[in-house]
């Protein structure tokens, strides 16, 4: 059984700084590329940010400049730092990830429960 599990959302005020963090854990064989997906209300979830085991990003141009992804693979963890929050940045925020378990010949898709940030004065 594979897990991931999320931390670090809240409220802030436009402008402001949030760091979510997501670590795997369980039977985890293999760990390949991470990311941090959003769903706003009454909005489709949409790709945040991706980076791949050897450390390529991948992010949403609504983001650029603004967030940095990280991740250390020795925890199995990947960091979203948000900087320079606006309103429109609220939303639930998952992580995502590719995982190979302990069972498996094949990555599965995996998802955490979302943690909610919202931009708020």
């Known amino acids: 059984q594979v897990q991931l599990v999320e931390s670090g959302g809240g409220l802030v005020q436009p402008g402001g700084s949030l760091r979510l963090s997501c670590a795997a854990s369980?039977?985890?064989?293999?760990?390949?590329?991470m990311g941090w997906y959003r769903q706003a209300p009454g909005k489709q979830r949409e790709l945040v940010v991706t980076?791949?085991?050897?450390?390529?990003?991948n992010y949403a141009d609504s983001v650029k400049g603004r967030f940095t992804i990280s991740r250390d693979n020795a925890k199995n963890t990947v960091y979203l730092h948000m900087n320079s929050l606006k309103p429109e940045d609220t939303a639930v925020y998952y992580c995502?990830?590719?995982?190979?378990?302990?069972?498996?010949?094949?990555?599965?898709?995996?998802w955490g429960q979302g943690t909610q940030v919202t931009v708020s004065s």
């Open positions: 995502n990830a590719l995982i190979r378990d302990i069972g498996s010949f094949y990555l599965k898709n995996y």
């Open positions: 369980g039977s985890i064989v293999s760990l390949n590329a």
């Open positions: 980076i791949t085991s050897g450390g390529s990003t």
